[in-house]
């Protein structure tokens, strides 16, 4: 069975992420989400509502399955069995920390490769902290997030202002 990890801040999961991880379902036995909860010291939802939010938005994909790790994601991968890390990739912004994460990853664990899927021409702009900067202003979201989560998200939203 092969399995693959697509790891990430997932603040909110959106349109965008949900595309890549439709897409890396279609081509592996099981994709693991990965919430990682080393990065953002301070994040607008907690872990378990991130996660929560992804199984909500994936409910349809029956090979995904989502969980959070504190760890290397090297150690994370080697735990789940895994040997390939997801990616996606929006503009060359991207493009070079990815390419050193990659290697990284690949020097902690040699059995681990990362494969890259480019996003979607209608995604290429949206990132979590762009949602937030078009909440502020009130856009429509409804492009840029699940529908599942627009409620949660502006509630969130709300408070914060
Ligand atoms: P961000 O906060 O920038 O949205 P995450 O850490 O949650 O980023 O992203 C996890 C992964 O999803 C990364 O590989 C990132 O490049 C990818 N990703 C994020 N947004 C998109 C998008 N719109 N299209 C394709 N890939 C994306």
């Given amino acids: 069975m092969k399995t693959a990890i697509y790891p990430g801040s997932f603040d909110p999961v959106t349109n965008g992420h949900l595309n890549i991880i439709e897409r890396a379902a279609k081509n592996f036995d099981r994709l693991i989400v990965c919430v990682m909860m080393n990065g953002d010291k301070h994040p607008m939802f907690s872990v378990s509502e991130r996660v929560d939010m992804i199984r909500r938005v994936t409910e349809h994909i029956d090979n995904v399955s989502v969980m959070c790790s504190d760890k290397l994601l090297a150690?994370?991968?080697?735990?789940?069995?895994?040997?390939?890390?997801?990616?996606?990739?929006?503009?060359?912004?991207?493009?070079?920390?990815?390419?050193?994460?990659?290697?990284?990853?690949?020097?902690?664990?040699?059995?681990?490769?990362?494969?890259?899927?480019?996003?979607?021409?209608?995604?290429?702009?949206?990132?979590?902290?762009?949602?937030?900067?078009?909440?502020?202003?009130?856009?429509?979201?409804?492009?840029?997030?699940?529908?599942?989560?627009?409620?949660?998200?502006?509630?969130?939203?709300?408070?914060?202002?």
């Fill in 75 to 161: 150690d994370f991968a080697r735990e789940q069995g895994s040997t390939v890390i997801v990616k996606g990739l929006r503009a060359i912004s991207d493009f070079e920390r990815e390419f050193q994460m990659a290697i990284i990853n690949h020097k902690l664990n040699p059995e681990l490769d990362t494969m890259f899927l480019t996003a979607e021409h209608q995604f290429m702009y949206l990132s979590s902290s762009a949602v937030k900067e078009m909440a502020r202003y009130d856009a429509d979201l409804h492009d840029f997030l699940p529908q599942v989560i627009i409620e949660e998200f502006k509630a969130r939203m709300a408070e914060q202002i």
